[in-house]
């Protein structure tokens, strides 16, 4: 079953990046005349032309660029020359980090506010997470990191306001830089799970296999941390799945906001400059994390529900 | 009558202990003018009402009655679990082994449920947790109330399941509920239930959600285990002919008051309740007039409880306004018995045909 | 126990009447703006007054003023026009492909609905601000070309609902009675399929409404949706970045922002509450 999803997804890439290769190569403007420069001969452009075959059909140049990406070959930067490879390489440990950070502080956070509210309905806590969260999906995360900024980095210097540090130059270094712009992207993130957390923890809680733990004699811990909880993670991990495209996404723009070189900024700077390359092989990364981390998403399913897994009997 | 002095169900109870003692008529469960009610606190349904019921050790106690009687509450109440469902113990005290419960807290009754006192219910499926295999499940009281190494629990846990007779013991305990049948389930129930050797067993309509093949199985599996291991049981079910099979003693409910109890045999050949022989009419089928029998109307809800007898509107015998008046206590009758009716002794009631 | 449960259910209806109203009457508020601005605004939102800069809330200016002393007050109502009308612009888009190939793959099935389905996936195993970058970069930067990127990458939620919801509507026997009078399947489809999922797709407009807008906000922002100067509330917060101390350019586009995306979720639940409880079809 993984296997094929796998493969679907594999396709799945392919048809995506070939949508935006094609819509690429149909934009107006002639990239050989960008990439020879302003003063070059039409000599030049043509031999730019003929050396990146820009003349051939859309599917041969999408092909070409499927084998070199086999290879591990993005193409060069039009702008930069430099192998795209390298540039996302750079980029990229970047914007993970900061993905990694705001879904862990999203589902600590989660976790936390989730528990207390299904244990408590109807309290003033619980109501009062349920009226933060509603207001916590709604936010633009790029907003939120502006009054982040505001907020605990130009009116007290807790934080820094941008910028990034790699591990090896500290892991206090890098997470004190990531712990405001994680914050700002993980908000969303953390409302969302927190409300179906206390939804689908309520719901086990009412099961009659909850009856039967405290009937065993078990503390509250327990029934809820381990008899509910595993019952009612399930709905959670898919909404995780889903919010990981949103979060990738997020992550553009509040790198922008914190000045971190990942992978929003250099598609940002593609995009400014119609540097075609480098927007597509962004595109290809961004799609391949996304179907990892589906495909992740998916094992785990079988660990929290047994019933998905195989029956060998 | 006006001027009756209400006697207390208490004292009542209390008369119901023979006399006659072995050493073994020690009292495992005791329970007395218990009132069980839900919702807010202003306005609340009352949904058990001085209720006493006295289980010994060694025996097997069935409370029979329809839905809506009160019975599961009955059930849960003797573990401390009113709570778990939303509702409280007006009054009355609870006596387990020995102990009073009835004003312990939740933490002091963790230590008591599974090893004093364990239950078994309706829906075995539902009841297990499906996200952790079955041996996990039986090992987990063990771990928990005796501290046991998890080698050690799950050893036990196997035992445990080869005793409620499952075959293939080890291999099956590493199984999950899905994968098991409705049966099975409830003998891993049972095995969960004895797993810390308690006292005292309730099992709610163990039987009812299976197959009546497999009830058989389990009900002769209860018996054995009850014997063989001197545990007392509390058999509930709307069922009579198993009643009639399991338990020594039955006790009959009815829109939550206990309205008869007595010895098995006694109580089924000549029962004194009006609703007793009208269930036992039912249970067999009878035909009155061309048509089976049946008890005319329904179990009222608990908003819906008369100040006098509950059973006024369905009774054949209901006489106006004696019947209306209050509510009696359950009053003692010869040996361990007693019946809660006004008219019991004018009647002459159809038991058990032979 | 039925007591217990009868007495949460209450209080979960009563729950969802309170939120949808609360939602129905912002996003009447925020529409009346949208609608109203010229009139209800102060001052022109361009107009530019170069000494009164970067001032915080006054007399003059409740709300304060921006980088080049344009009243932030006024922008941020002329901003609702803007982001509502484009948030519409690009959820009309999707509505139109989104629900006419659901409709298609739904009512078709087979090898049709596959095919589609997993271009509908393709599309979704991107994040919408990706591909959104990817097409601007094609088309260029602009408030026009972005709606029709931000309507092309939100049209998998109307799939996604329509294909469910025809597939749902076929079931039904008198799809079936239809079909066997000779009743041609354009017509089936616009007077019996159409009008029974309008219900679950309604709510779906919500949800793609509020991405849209979230999307617009987010291009505009960085400087590739709304040029300026154009008031939009994305471009205003572009401006807050610079001046992240001064808390009215901070504050006022992003609350903004956020109230009218409460406002289309509270909406949107309370709908979808209401369809669901009245049961779907009206044959």
Redesign the interface.
């Known amino acids: 079953m993984i296997l094929s999803r796998a493969a679907w997804s594999l396709v799945i890439l392919v048809v995506a990046t070939f949508a935006v290769f094609a819509l690429l190569s149909f934009s107006p403007g002639d990239a050989a005349e960008r990439i020879a420069g302003p003063e070059a001969s039409q000599q030049a452009i043509q031999q730019v032309r003929d050396r990146l075959h820009l003349e051939d059909p859309v599917l041969v140049q999408y092909g070409r660029w499927l084998g070199d990406v086999a290879h591990g070959d993005l193409g060069d930067s039009l702008i930069t020359r430099q192998p795209v490879t390298t540039m996302v390489g750079n980029a990229l440990p970047k914007t993970l980090s900061l993905v990694f950070v705001a879904t862990a502080m999203a589902i600590v956070g989660a976790f936390v506010a989730g528990v207390v509210s299904a244990l408590r309905p109807g309290s003033l806590l619980d109501r009062l997470i349920i009226g933060v969260t509603s207001l916590g999906v709604a936010a633009p995360s790029f907003w939120i990191a502006i009054v982040l900024v505001s907020a605990f980095a130009i009116n007290r210097s807790w934080f820094p306001a941008g910028g990034y540090t790699t591990m090896s130059d500290g892991f206090g270094s890098w997470l004190h830089h990531l712990i405001l712009p994680a914050a700002a992207l993980g908000t969303v993130t953390t409302a969302e799970l927190t409300r179906q957390l206390r939804g689908s923890l309520q719901d086990a809680l009412a099961r009659d296999f909850t009856l039967t733990a405290r009937a065993k004699g078990l503390s509250t811990p327990r029934v809820v941390g381990k008899h509910a909880l595993k019952n009612a993670a399930i709905p959670v991990v898919t909404v995780l799945g889903l919010r990981i495209a949103q979060l990738l996404g997020g992550a553009i723009v509040v790198e922008r906001v914190f000045a971190i070189r990942g992978l929003g900024t250099i598609t940002i700077d593609a995009v400014n400059t119609r540097d075609l390359p480098v927007v597509l092989g962004v595109v290809a990364i961004f799609s391949v994390m996304v179907i990892l981390t589906n495909l992740l998403v998916d094992l785990s399913y079988s660990y929290f529900n047994p019933k998905l897994r195989s029956q060998s009997r | 009558m006006e001027g009756d002095v209400l006697v207390p169900e208490a004292t009542a109870a209390a008369q119901l202990t023979p006399v006659t003692d072995q050493a073994q008529s020690q009292i495992i469960l005791d329970v007395r003018d218990l009132s069980v009610s839900?919702?807010p606190r202003r306005d609340p349904?009352e949904?058990l009402t001085r209720v006493s019921l006295q289980v010994r050790a060694g025996e097997a106690v069935g409370i029979v009655g329809e839905s809506g009687s009160g019975k599961s509450v009955m059930c849960l109440a003797t573990?401390g679990?009113v709570g778990?469902?939303?509702?409280r113990v007006e009054s009355g005290s609870i006596a387990l082994d020995g102990q009073d419960v009835t004003r312990f807290s939740?933490r002091e009754?963790?230590?008591?449920?599974?090893?004093t006192a364990?239950?078994i219910?309706q829906?075995p499926m539902?009841?297990?947790?499906?996200?952790?295999t079955v041996g996990d499940q039986i090992a987990?009281?063990l771990r928990?109330?005796r501290g046991m190494s998890r080698r050690d629990a799950w050893a036990r846990a196997i035992e445990l399941l080869d005793r409620v007779r499952i075959p293939h013991a080890a291999s099956r305990a590493h199984d999950?509920p899905?994968?098991m049948s409705g049966g099975m389930c409830q003998r891993v129930?049972i095995a969960?239930a004895l797993a810390c050797e308690p006292k005292l067993v309730i099992a709610d309509e163990p039987t009812t959600a299976l197959d009546v093949t497999v009830q058989a199985d389990i009900l002769d599996l209860l018996d054995e285990l009850r014997v063989n291991l001197g545990v007392s049981l509390i058999y509930v079910s709307h069922d009579l002919a198993v009643v009639r099979e399991l338990c020594d003693r039955v006790a009959v409910m009815y829109a939550g008051n206990l309205v008869e109890t007595g010895p098995t045999k006694a109580l089924f050949d000549s029962p004194q309740h009006p609703y007793t022989s009208g269930l036992l009419e039912v249970s067999e089928l009878k035909q009155r007039d061309g048509r089976l029998a049946s008890i005319r109307g329904q179990v009222p809800?608990?908003?819906e409880f008369a100040s006098g007898c509950r059973f006024v509107d369905r009774c054949d015998f209901a006489v106006h306004p004696v019947c209306d008046a209050h509510l009696l206590p359950l009053a003692p009758i010869g040996r361990d018995r007693a019946v809660k009716c006004i008219r019991h002794a004018e009647l002459d009631l159809p038991g058990r045909s032979a | 126990m039925t007591s217990l449960s009868l007495v949460t259910s209450l209080r979960r209806v009563r729950r969802w009447r309170l939120d949808g109203l609360i939602g129905a009457v912002l996003l009447t508020v925020i529409c009346v703006a949208a609608l109203a601005a010229p009139l209800i605004a102060p001052m022109a939102p361009n107009a530019v007054d170069i000494k009164a800069a970067y001032q915080g809330p006054s007399g003059a200016h409740l709300l304060g003023t921006d980088e080049v002393g344009r009243d932030v007050l006024s922008r941020v109502i002329f901003g609702a026009r803007v982001s509502i009308l484009a948030g519409l612009e690009a959820t009309l888009i999707a509505a139109v492909i989104g629900i006419a190939s659901g409709v298609l793959a739904g009512y078709r099935g087979g090898r049709t609905e596959r095919v589609l389905q997993r271009l509908n996936d393709g599309l979704m195993s991107l994040p919408g601000i990706v591909l959104a970058l990817a097409f601007v970069s094609v088309l260029g930067p602009g408030l026009r070309n972005g709606m029709l990127v931000v309507g092309l990458v939100l049209v998998s939620g109307f799939f996604r609902v329509s294909r469910a919801a025809t597939r749902d509507v076929k079931e039904n026997l008198f799809i079936e009675a239809a079909v066997n009078l000779g009743c041609p399947p354009r017509k089936v489809v616009t007077n019996h399929i159409l009008p029974n999922i309008f219900g679950p797709l309604v709510v779906e407009a919500t949800l793609v409404l509020s991405a849209a807008i979230l999307i617009e906000a987010t291009l505009s922002f960085l400087g590739l949706g709304a040029q300026p100067p154009t008031a939009s509330w994305g471009t205003m917060l572009a401006t807050a970045q610079r001046r992240p101390d001064l808390p009215h350019l901070v504050f006022v586009p992003g609350i903004a922002l956020t109230l009218t995306v409460l406002a289309l979720f509270l909406t949107g639940d309370a709908l979808r509450d209401s369809v669901n409880g009245r049961g779907r079809t009206r044959a």
Do not use: K
């Open positions: 839900f919702g349904l949904v573990l679990l778990a469902i939303g509702g939740q009754w963790r230590s008591l449920r599974s090893q364990s239950m219910f829906q539902r009841s297990l947790n499906p996200a952790f987990e009281p928990i109330h999950y899905h994968q129930m969960m809800p608990p908003s």
